[in-house]
């Protein structure tokens, strides 16, 4: 029967499709967020200013400047220094960045809500404090949304992964590992990875990120109406088997205030992650730890000589042995055949002579007069009495020469 290539075509498309699922799980766009600092510079948000001035960029500059000074006020005051004044320039050498949360420029004034970030080494030493800071094993964050009854992680871009890769962790005990989401990530790292409590596999993928334990910052979207008021449920989860460490309930009152809702949903989960870690219930699982195999001990083995000669046996009677050596063979022959006498725990020549009689140090558990015997019924011709002996190999025996048979038959 001929097949018509129309009843081809869904099979074909069909295995495009897949095709193109596979490809799609590694290749999407919209996919990947990179935090946008994951140093530890010290961080003083919602500084206001208002600032006036003869043009527009003198009073941006001066509202700037006087970000710094409270900035560096709050954190004086935070850190235990007093909250005491620093020169402008003191403060330029040691402020690394202005975050810029909202602001309204006018012709001669300048309106803003700002958040200065301070170098921690350099803030540290004028404040007089140590720029270490004790963190938590380093831990890899998966943050997964629940909205219209489905879970995403990292599988696309979303709102909550944005959320996570604008904070700044430098103020956090937390040392948190953000995947960006491209690469294997989708693959390693989604919604379902986080209800697989496997430790075997958990272990395999926190090596590819150098992560000690996971932490799944979960937020739960529920829309009243459409454009409307977004409540948000945060749960602080960790560990592989996705425990709950506290949860909380924001709202906003539209959608255009859902990043402002996912900003402050991280924060607060962040302070969870760190109330857990002072607490001492935030502690990596040692299931995740490496396990070596089980190896089984390796003993050394030494020569039978060397042996015997660090561990003397107890009625050990040593025995000088005369053989013939005519060749390296023969050496070899005689030190083998002699080993293979029951209660011989060494034997090695001592004196070479080859071409001749070369002599052969035995350790022998027993007396001499059972070493000879031993000889002699493995067909040695033994001579000698006592502790030196002669042995050779006994000639083999011939059978007589018979006469010829001449008779003829009668």
Do not use: C
């Given at each position: ?237 960790w560990g592989p088997d996705n ?132 000889l002699e019924a493995r067909g ?31």
């Amino acid at each position: 029967m001929r097949i018509r290539p129309l009843f081809l075509i869904p099979a074909v498309a069909a295995l495009t499709l897949a095709g193109g699922i596979g490809v799609a799980q590694i290749e999407g766009g919209d996919r990947g967020v990179a935090p946008i600092d994951s140093s530890g510079d010290y961080e003083v948000s919602g500084v206001t200013v208002d600032v006036s001035a003869k043009t527009a960029d003198a009073a941006r500059l001066g509202g700037w400047r006087v970000a710094q000074r409270k900035g560096w006020q709050q954190l004086s005051r935070r850190l235990g220094g007093g909250g005491g004044l620093v020169p402008d320039s003191t403060l330029d050498s040691i402020v690394s960045g202005i975050v810029v949360e909202n602001e309204q420029i006018g012709p001669n004034r300048y309106i803003a809500k700002l958040g200065v970030l301070f170098d921690r080494a350099r803030a540290g030493s004028l404040l007089g404090i140590a720029s270490y800071v004790m963190r938590s094993p380093p831990m890899v964050v998966i943050p997964v949304t629940w909205s219209g009854g489905v879970g995403t992680a990292l599988e696309q871009r979303s709102a909550w992964q944005e959320a996570w890769a604008r904070y700044r962790t430098g103020n956090s005990t937390i040392d948190y590992i953000r995947p960006t989401g491209t690469g294997p990530d989708p693959l390693l790292l989604n919604a379902g990875q986080t209800g697989r409590p496997g430790r075997g596999w958990w272990r395999t993928v926190l090596d590819q990120y150098g992560g000690s334990d996971v932490l799944i910052p979960t937020v739960r979207l529920y829309r009243q109406w459409p454009g409307g008021p977004v409540i948000g449920v945060f749960e602080a989860r960790w560990g592989p088997d996705n425990r709950m460490l506290q949860q909380a309930t924001l709202r906003v009152g539209s959608v255009a205030g859902l990043p402002a809702l996912l900003d402050a949903g991280v924060k607060r989960i962040d302070e969870s992650y760190q109330a857990a870690l002072r607490n001492g219930y935030l502690r990596a699982d040692p299931g995740l730890s490496y396990v070596p195999e089980a190896t089984t001990p390796v003993e050394e083995e030494l020569p039978a000589d060397s042996l015997a000669a660090a561990i003397p046996s107890v009625g050990v009677t040593v025995i000088q042995v005369q053989f013939d050596t005519p060749g390296v063979a023969a050496v070899s022959a005689g030190e083998a055949a002699v080993r293979g006498v029951p209660g011989v725990s060494s034997a090695a020549t001592s004196s070479l002579a080859l071409g001749g009689l070369s002599v052969m140090t035995v350790n022998f558990g027993g007396p001499p007069d059972a070493f000879k015997a031993a000889l002699e019924a493995r067909g040695w011709q033994v001579f000698g009495s006592g502790a030196t002996l002669r042995i050779r190999r006994a000639p083999a025996l011939l059978p007589p020469e018979m006469p010829a048979d001449d008779a003829t038959a009668g």
